[in-house]
Each structure stands twice: as structure tokens, then as C-alpha cells.
């Protein structure tokens, strides 16, 4: 059945080719592609083959259901776990899936060390510090645990890493000292671990500003999907973005001045007006935080949202649309259309929220369709 109504759409090239100029970037680095909470959004099913083919060394997950997609694929690719494992998921892990967890406890080091030696084989993990981040980790201060960590049997440390808290953010301060501490604490590892273990730090901002050549491997999630999340990223017009999601015009109306449109009456027309119903809403992924604030393209104009966004309409002012407008014609909600463009980000930015939201809803509530 085709979806008339919304029109999400997910370049499986632009993917591919953002993961080669990251990988041509950090080489001889390892790079781990983040595909967790169903890729963005993307859909983990449909993109894990083609981060293969571009050269992932890693997919970053954070379920077992996602695990088992790549595992049900055949993808001869590593997977490691970008959150802290419960032990239930621990148990069917070590069973059949074949993740690399990270641990930031001595009870889940403990935990993977027995079943390890249980079986007989020793389990991968990644030692997880916490420079800052403050949501999982072993302190760095905490050397007697380190210590003890690497040295429990059933276990093979193939990673140590940190994860950066604002490495986005104008100020890279925070971040610079998170990785003054994280080399510290794995200077006095040294004496423990292997010494090609892998050093991990950089997320997608990180990779782009800072260079990575301490590290073995990058984990990358924004950036595969051409997503910028911060302005370092114009020096990198390489990457696309992959998705674009587009309606149309359900219905264009002539509305006198001092009419009001919407749930709760909250816009009211200053001049006789043309709106422009939509056939999308939050019901659709489009964020009902973008009352009186979202943008869409129209014709290559940007036309303002008006009114609150409803669970499946929404209203647009396009009064000043030079052209003639007509019902069914296209509309942008993220994407270009003639020399405009709307990205997730400046979405994001309209309502303080993260692009990784608008890309999930979207992918989630709809069908996508693959090019
Ligand atoms: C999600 C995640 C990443 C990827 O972050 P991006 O900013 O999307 O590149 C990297 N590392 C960890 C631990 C994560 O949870």
C-alpha cells in the first residue's frame, strides 16, 4: 500500500559515503558505526548492511533485539554495546550474540568474568571510565578497581574507554580535560592490559574537531548520518544528510484577517491570509513543540507553521508564496527544495531539543523508503 501522505526518505549512498570520508579520516583508526535506537531512526535492518560494505570494523547497539538483526543479517562486523548491559541481557549476550560489553562496575566485571571462565572461553569487554560524562563508568581515580578489573580471569580487555559530555559545545575545555584524564588513568593501566588494546573516545563531534590519534577506534553515530552538530562541520561538505521527509498540500484556503487557527486558539490571522492544511502531524513524527515555530518549503519559499500542530494536520502561512500554489503540491519538512534547505538540526535548534528526536520520530511512525 503507498503511503501518500508522508514521504520519508533514507539515501543509503549518502550513508555509505559519509562512513568512507570519516573512515578516510581517522585511518588507520577503527571506526565503530553508532546504529542504536534503530539507526537514529534510519532502520538498523536496512542501513547495518551497507555500513558493512563502507568499511565498519563496529556497529554500536544498545539492545539485544538489536544485536540479533545484525547477527540474523550474517554481518561479519563486531558489536559493542554503548550502555551498561542488565544482567538478563548479559546471559543471552554471552549465549548467542556475541557482544562486547562495556563494564563500569566490579559486579558486571565479575559477572562476565565468571560466566567466562564458565564456559571456558574468555569474554571481550571494554573498560568504561568516567571522565565526566557522569552516567556509567569506573571513576578514574578508582586504580584499585581498575587494577582488580584486569586482572580477573575469563575476561579479555580489548577496549578502554570514555565518552565525552560536550564535545558539540563551543567551549571544548570540558572535553579537552576529559582526555587528559582518560590518558592518565590508562597511562597507569598500561602496566595491565594489553598493549594493543583499543583506546576509544570520540564520538561524531569529537572526530570532526579533535584529533583522534591516540586512538585505535571512533564511534560515530551522528555524523554517518550527515547530521552536523556543531559549526566545525561546515569544513566537512562531504557529508549529506540521509534522510528527507516531504507531504503534501491537503487543502489551501483563503482566511480573513483576525480568524483563529488551531487547538487552543493561540494564532490569530493579522492579515487576510492563505493557509495551507498539511496532512501531517505529530502523529507523524513532526514535533507538536513546533507550534508557532516550525518552517516548511513550499514552492522553494520557507513558510511559517502557524497555530498548534495537531495529531495528524498541520497549518502554514503561505500569504506571501508569489507563485500559485495548489492543492497536492509538494512540501519540505526536512530537506531541500530549489536553493533552500531545512535540516533536523535548525528543527532541533527551534525547540531545544536534539535532531536525534525529530530523525527517530520520523523513521518510527512511518514507512521509509530506501534509495
Ligand atoms: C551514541 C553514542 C555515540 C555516538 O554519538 P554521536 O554524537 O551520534 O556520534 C558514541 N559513543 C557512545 C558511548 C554513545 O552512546
Redesign the pocket.
Known sequence: MNQHHIQVTVSANNFKNNISHIRDRVTPSQV?V?M?ANA?GHGLKALAPTAVAAGADYI?I?TNPEATIIRELGLDVKLLR??MALPEELQESIQSLNIEEQIGTIEAALYLSQAGVRRGKNIPVHINIDTGMGRSGFFCNQIEELKKVCSLPGIDIVGV?T?FAS??GKDLAFTHRQIEDFYKARQILQNYVDYHVLNHTH???A?VRISNENNRLV??????YG?R?SQDFENHPELKPVMSVKTRIAQVRIVPKGKTIGYGSLFTTQRDSVIASLPVGFGEGYPRSLFNKGIVLIKGHRCPVIGRVSLNITTVDITDIPEPVQWGDEVVLVGTQGKEEITFEELADKFASVH?EINLMAGFMNQVNYV
Open positions: 565503530c553508532v542504536k537514529y554500536g544498545c554503548l550502555r574507554m565518552h564535545a558539540d564520538n561524531s563531534a572526530t564511534r560515530v553515530g551522528a555524523a554517518c547530521v552538530t536525534t
